[in-house]
């Protein structure tokens, strides 16, 4: 059974992973065994858990050294790191994708209606600076962050169950217990995805120094020396923000578990360098401690051209963010012998590559109603010319399709993926003047229901390469053939997201994941879910994952979230697959969110030097990848 086709949702190893002990003593890279013998560094069995983690290589245990070359944009490419090199959790999915199973923990066990999961933790087990990891860290992010309302003011969803948020005890130095009011089914699947990093995000022994609880008389000399921060908050937030995208790549301070650690921030100098983590806790089969690569940087370049002329120069070891666009496939092919790489494929499935999402929740009463209004939504997407922008855009390839599960998932619906994408002018307008905008100006522009001219201003991130403003600059034209007028402006990546917290976008246009099995727990596109990522609806998100804030949404929307509830809740396979058709059916019927195209298999480049590199390789917007798998990759050389 292939990824693609559906993840083992339920059947999870709860006890430690079958994995071959590794030999003793154990192994390490020679610059480390230098600083040992040098008394610089413990001892290897004394920077390693009682039990380390074993990783089974891809293909063949490796050799030490060498460095692994990137390129990063500048600005707000922050998940060039976090895929990379982060994305260690207390579970973790196999490599095939398959399964979740206890990564930082040893073995979890969980009660017979998953309400509450009891985490083991690996005695021994250090952060990047020598300190201890224990439950006390946990313990830390969950009554001192995730508890306090001034670090976090709404809760992440997936750490409530049934609107109520999760509560954690510590059992003893090296067991916690997470506990819920309703039955969980996917929860240790959430913790293996990516925003499930956060209970061993933060190091309680060096953070706790920035907390008024901890420190209260030492914060305002502290508050004297960074001058941007205005309190304690602020001061806590720039060492690592509870949205930890925002902050995370710029304290090398900050102590990690990751198998690599920064020497400088992001942002600081044209070049990002992390080195080994001395205390990274897995070792390969062999008793090698991981990571084999010493380091890993990334040259910062402000334009993706200039990433794809480091790669057709050899300078880039291994990558897949912005290199793996369409529009540079054949120039790429071309010079594979001088760039001495080889393609490798990325099962990246999402549910849409192009979508245009309405905030749900605008402030402007004239638009919200318009917005809201599903027949203003399939008016749109009955004017535009998908097959255009797939000739013109994407270079013929892709499938036009609404924001869907993939064809050849169990969970397909060609209903629910191909509704109002044919495109239909006279349909387009009747939709349109049922919504409320059935007037027109002298210019063939509609009207509002206050009479002004309905003028939607679009945001557009030119980044990455995801060539979002040439799609929308046909979309615009398409819209105008109707008599909408959009106005399009141009905006990064980190303008963005800092609009969409602050509730200020009208509309932009940007992919939904969602598209295979990550639909079970990463529905953001199909309902209002996901408050740390770019979305449509943040209000009636925060609401969902917490009742005591955010905007109460209407009685259809509570429907759709109870739908999901049957979701998460169930804790079989049979019934959450019957429970996740039955809520795919009821958000099609809501159609919040306008999908224009479905593309084929991304793909990436690998030196031809660089082993352990998995092919094909499975990602999506909440299954981070190519990290956890990298700390195994080497050179040989």
């Known amino acids: 059974m292939q990824w693609r086709d559906r993840l083992s949702i339920w059947t999870i190893a709860l006890a430690a992973l079958a994995l071959p002990a590794a030999a003793q003593p154990y192994k390490e890279a020679p610059a480390l065994a230098e600083q040992v013998k040098a008394g610089k560094l413990p001892d290897i069995a004394q920077r390693l858990p009682a039990k380390p983690y074993v990783e089974v290589p891809h293909q063949s245990v490796g050799k030490y050294g060498g460095t692994w070359r990137m390129a990063v944009l500048g600005g707000g490419d922050n998940y060039n790191f976090v895929r990379a090199i982060a994305n260690e959790n207390l579970m973790r999915w196999t490599p095939d994708w398959k399964t979740a199973v206890p990564n930082i923990a040893s073995s979890v066990d969980v009660n017979a209606d998953a309400t509450e999961f009891t985490f083991h933790l690996r005695p021994g087990m250090r952060w990047s600076d020598g300190a201890p990891f224990d439950a006390d860290d946990i313990m830390f992010w969950y009554e001192d962050i995730f508890s306090n309302a001034q670090l976090t003011p709404t809760k992440p969803p997936i750490y409530t169950a049934g609107g109520d948020p999760v509560k954690v005890e510590k059992k003893d130095a090296q067991t916690v217990i997470f506990r819920f009011t309703h039955p969980y089914g996917l929860f240790l699947q959430q913790l293996a995805n990516g925003f499930g990093e956060y209970p061993t995000l933060y190091p309680k022994h060096y953070l706790k120094q920035f907390h008024t609880k901890y420190n209260a008389d030492g914060i305002p000399k502290l508050l004297e020396a960074n001058t941007s921060a205005k309190d304690w908050v602020q001061l806590f937030n720039s060492k690592i923000s509870p949205n930890f995208l925002n902050v995370y790549w710029q304290n090398p301070e900050l102590p990690t578990l990751n198998p690599w650690v920064l020497t400088n921030k992001y942002g600081s100098t044209d070049r990002v360098v992390a080195i080994r983590n001395p205390y990274y806790w897995k070792v390969d089969t062999a008793g090698n401690q991981l990571p084999y690569i010493d380091r890993v940087t990334w040259d910062q370049v402000n334009d993706v051209q200039l990433a794809l002329l480091k790669a057709l120069n050899g300078e880039i070891d291994y990558q897949l963010r912005h290199i793996g666009q369409l529009p540079f496939k054949s120039t790429l092919f071309d010079n594979q012998k001088r760039g001495n790489f080889h393609f490798f494929t990325v099962w990246d499935h999402p549910a849409n590559d192009a979508v245009l999402l309405f905030n749900l929740n605008i402030a402007d009463p004239v638009k919200q109603k318009i917005f809201r209004d599903k027949s203003f939504r399939v008016g749109v997407s009955l004017a535009i010319d998908r097959q255009e922008i797939i000739d013109s855009v994407y270079v013929g390839q892709g499938t036009a399709a609404q924001v869907s ?152 929307v509570r429907a759709l979230m109870a739908a999901y509830d049957k979701v998460n809740a169930a804790t079989d396979d049979a019934g959450r697959e019957a429970a996740m058709r039955a809520f795919l059916e009821a958000s099609a019927d809501q159609f919040f969110t306008i999908g224009i195209v479905q593309g084929p298999d991304k793909f990436g480049i690998a030196k031809n030097d660089l082993k352990n590199v998995y092919d094909p390789l499975p990602q999506s917007g909440s299954m981070w990848g190519p990290a956890p798998m990298t700390s195994q990759m080497y050179f040989d050389r």
């Not at 209903?415 to 002298?442: E, F, I, M, P």
């Not at 509002?448 to 390469?465: E, L, N, Q, S, W």
């Open 405 to 556: 599960v993939r064809k050849g998932n169990p969970l397909y619906s060609e209903k629910l993926a191909t509704q109002y994408t044919v495109r239909d002018l006279k349909a387009a307008g009747a939709a349109l003047d049922k919504a409320g905008l059935d007037k027109k100006d002298s210019d063939g522009f509609r009207l509002g229901p206050d009479g002004k001219r309905f003028t939607v201003i679009f945001m557009v991130a030119d980044v990455y390469g995801l060539q979002y403003p040439d799609v929308m600059q046909l979309a615009q034209r398409n819209l105008k053939e109707v008599g909408l007028d959009v106005q399009i402006r141009a905006t990064d990546w980190s303008r963005l997201t800092s609009m969409q917290a602050a509730n200020e976008q009208e509309a932009y246009i940007w992919n939904c994941v969602g598209g295979e099995a990550d639909v079970y727990t990463d529905p953001r596109c199909y309902f209002p879910f996901q408050t740390e990522a770019i979305f449509f609806a943040r209000k009636w998100a925060q609401w969902y994952g917490d009742h005591a804030t955010g905007e109460e949404p209407p009685a259809e």
